[in-house]
């Protein structure tokens, strides 16, 4: 017979499963989950609820092992409001982000009969439930093996937020018995992943074996300790392999068979061969619609689609068209089809494997397209630099959204042991700092690199705090164009440049850079025209601090390739395809690259927007 209070109960439980730090901001209705926690954990206080939340979805998701998690700790009301933001990013990446929040007493509840009861109260269960895997109010003592089942759903396929909203009065319980509330065994195995049957793995490597054009594309549906295990089978089957975004960190990015990041912000040459395979495995990807494209029902148009996914919803969605779909384990599939199939490239798919070579050289990252002006660093110089002197082990966030994202996607390679983290499904600003600090807290012999615009850091600079007082593995470039870069273009392209919100000319306001990162006391630099080869941004980087770098870019630099679009008469939008990103290739370049779609004309049904 054992004595102990829920809160301290419930903390330990979760070491068990792994949790070692607690991201989170004071409040009154956490009090006797914060003094658990305080002497059972690493406690790293926030400025602000979204950026502890927004930080712990970093951390777990960057984590190589399953020891060392961490959890979100907020307190009833805005405390929890204001993570609103962070759970829709992580259900939406399919992440793990476990948060636990206060509530007022059982008493106080408002249980929906008026607006509000207890002071702060607010309905956390229906605000969260609609992006969470599991929104659960703990009243008692009893259902602590349903929070904690809860919580070990979370962190199997598809993982997705978890939730717990424990009142004040449940959190000082005195349990007679601790015992009978611990983690049962069946409660840590979590849920059996699908596999394929033989017959449906042989109908698979029939289908690459036939092909005379197969792409493998992998998505971040492929765990990176199962594509670590298969780089060198990977590389050696000399298929073509493809990633998307989430899965850009999964292939050695320097192999001889990796062929870009398709997307409608993709690679040119990725998009342009995707367009032309005759069989495509789509593995571990939901294929949304950035991924094929808006204009989707021309996605692959002349291939195959063998679609693989976890979730059974995102293969029958209705899009893209897809010929097969199969929900399955990604990972044991990929182990399947390269260690006991041996699937490789043959003979009469040497032909595609040389095309797809002599596209990847002709059609450079770095296009002469995009032009900016004297004083400014080019963005795809930037990238390609920093691919040339980021260490083999680097980290990189490339915030969420806007011209610094996307062109890193466009552009980078990434070391053969580098790690690329972002939330591109909500693509909110203000993420790219508080990821960082996640993911460098996650791991403090890694170099994190955040690179992010300044209209994005502006949202959720107070972190810095947590950055100077935590970390000394962090460095963040910050690229200063005064604005909204996206946002200004889509103003000049489809309203004639009639600018509102996305400048300081036309609204916004900036502070003096270099000044604030001094106020935190954050050592900062500005980089000149020679970028990275300059010797003194060379020595900052290698100094064991957290710093930042003033990166100037042209407020109207240009950022290509792109997707065009255009407003239709009915006010809607219509896309070009992948295999059309703009601005257009010469007749003599497009038709030497893209021999397989000639029936597929180059000539948009619109002009490109130069």
Known sequence: MSIGKLSDHLVDELLKLGYRS??????????????????????????????????????????????GRAFCLVTAGPGLTNTITAFAGAWQESRELLVIGGQV???????????????QEVDGIALTQSISKHSILLESPDQLDEALAAIVDGQTPRKGPVFLEIPLDVQAIQLEDVSTYTLSEFTNQGQALPNLDADAINEIVSGFRQSSRPVLLIGGGVSRATARILSEELEACRIPVMTTYNGADRVNNHAYNYFGRPNTWGMRYANILLQQADFILALGTRLGLQQTGFNWQQFAPLATVVHVDIDSKELFKGHPRVDQSLCCDADALLKSLLLENQLALLSHQEEWLN???????????????????????????????FSDIAPQDAILVPCSSGSSFTSSYQAVILPQDGMMLSNKSQAAMGYGLSGAIGAALANPHREVFLVEGDGGFLQNLQELVVARKNLKNLKIFLWVNRGYASIRQTQRTYFQGAWVGCDEESGLGFPDWPQLFTSFGIPCMEMTDQGFTDPEILEFLRTPQTCAIIVPIDPDQTFYPKISSRVTSTGSMESNPLHLIGPELSEETYLRVAPYLQSTTQTSKFNYTK
């Open 22 to 67: 607690c991201y989170f901001v004071a409040g009154g209705n956490i009090m006797h989950l914060l003094n658990s926690v305080r002497t059972r954990m690493k406690c790293i206080p926030f400025a602000h609820e979204v950026g502890a939340a927004i930080a712990t979805e970093y951390h777990n998701a960057s984590l190589k092992e399953s020891e």
């Open 105 to 119: 007493k059982t008493a106080d509840l408002a249980r929906g009969q008026v607006r509000q009861r207890g002071i």
């Open 355 to 385: 095309l797809s070579l002599q596209i990847k050289t002709e059609l450079p990252l770095n296009e002469t397209a995009n032009t900016r002006r004297e004083g400014f660093i080019n963005p795809y110089d930037f990238w390609q630099q």
